[in-house]
C-alpha cells in the first residue's frame, strides 16, 4: 500500500492511498482512489466505531441513513489545487444520530462521534438535465474522521477505506489532515463552518474555535 495523500475537499480532510511514491507539500488536491459500486454492508446497529485485531476500522453500515450534513463540490483549501483530470467530485457528509443529536444539545461533538465523507463523480449528461450537475451512482471514495478519546492520543483519528466492504486503514497521525483540521477546524478540529446547519449551533452554544474566530475576524478586516 502507497503513501496516504490529502485531497482536501468536501469539509473533512480527503485522504486517498497511491501505489507510486509521492512526495507531499501541504494540502494537494488529487484522485488516486478506485471505482467501486455502493452496496450495503455489515456493521454495528448503533453506529458505534468498531475495529479489528489490527487496528483497521471495520466497514460501516448503511450509514446513509444516517443525518446528511453538507455536500461541496471541487473544494479545495489550497489555492493552486492539483489538476484533477478535468474530472468534478460531489462530497457528501454524513455523522451517526447520536452524535448529532449531542452536538444540537451543546454544540461540540461526543466521544465516538463518526463521521463519513464520501465521494461521487460529478456528472453533467445524463437523461433530461441540460445545465448543472448530478451526483454518479458510483461511490469513489469513503473516508472517516471517528472521535475516539480512550484510543486515539488526539481523541481525533482519520481512516481511508478502499471499497464499503474493506477495513479502513488507520491514517497516521502525522499526516497534514490531523494539522489542517487542528489549525481550521471551526468545532473541536472538525469543519463546521461548512455545515450550514450546525454552524449557527455552535455560534449560538459559544463552542466555535479560538483559531476559527480569528479567521473570521481577518477575513472581516480583508487581511
Known amino acids: 500500500m502507497g503513501p496516504f495523500i490529502v485531497r482536501d475537499i468536501g469539509g473533512l480532510m480527503r485522504i486517498a492511498r497511491l501505489a507510486a511514491p509521492v512526495c507531499l507539500v501541504g494540502c494537494l488536491a488529487v484522485i488516486g482512489v478506485a471505482l467501486f459500486p455502493a452496496h450495503r454492508v455489515k456493521a454495528s446497529p448503533d453506529g458505534r466505531p468498531a475495529y479489528a485485531k489490527n487496528g483497521d476500522m471495520l466497514p460501516l453500515g448503511n450509514y446513509r441513513e444516517w443525518i446528511y450534513l453538507t455536500s461541496g463540490m471541487d473544494m479545495s483549501y489550497s489555492p493552486k489545487a492539483t489538476g484533477m483530470g478535468g474530472m468534478s467530485m460531489f462530497d457528501n457528509v454524513f455523522v451517526n444520530p447520536e452524535a448529532y443529536q449531542r452536538f444540537l444539545a451543546t454544540g461540540t461533538w461526543p466521544d465516538k462521534t463518526v463521521m463519513v465523507l464520501e465521494g461521487r463523480e460529478a ?18 471514495d469513503i473516508e472517516v474522521h ?78
Not at 172 to 179: D, L, N, Q, S, T
Not at 181 to 201: I, K, N, R, S
Open 146 to 223: 471517528v472521535k475516539d478519546e480512550a484510543r486515539f492520543p488526539g481523541k481525533w483519528a482519520f481512516f481511508s477505506f478502499d471499497g464499503p466492504d474493506k477495513n479502513g486503514t488507520l491514517v497516521p497521525e502525522g499526516a497534514p489532515c490531523y494539522k489542517c483540521h487542528a489549525e481550521h477546524g471551526a468545532v473541536d478540529t472538525t469543519f463546521v463552518q461548512f455545515y450550514p446547519t450546525l454552524l449557527p449551533v455552535a455560534e449560538k452554544k459559544g463552542t466555535l474555535s479560538s483559531e476559527f474566530q480569528k479567521e473570521l475576524q481577518d477575513q472581516k478586516a480583508g487581511k
Open 123 to 140: 456528472r453533467s449528461k445524463g437523461s433530461i438535465n441540460q445545465r448543472g450537475h448530478f451526483q454518479a451512482v458510483e461511490v469513489m
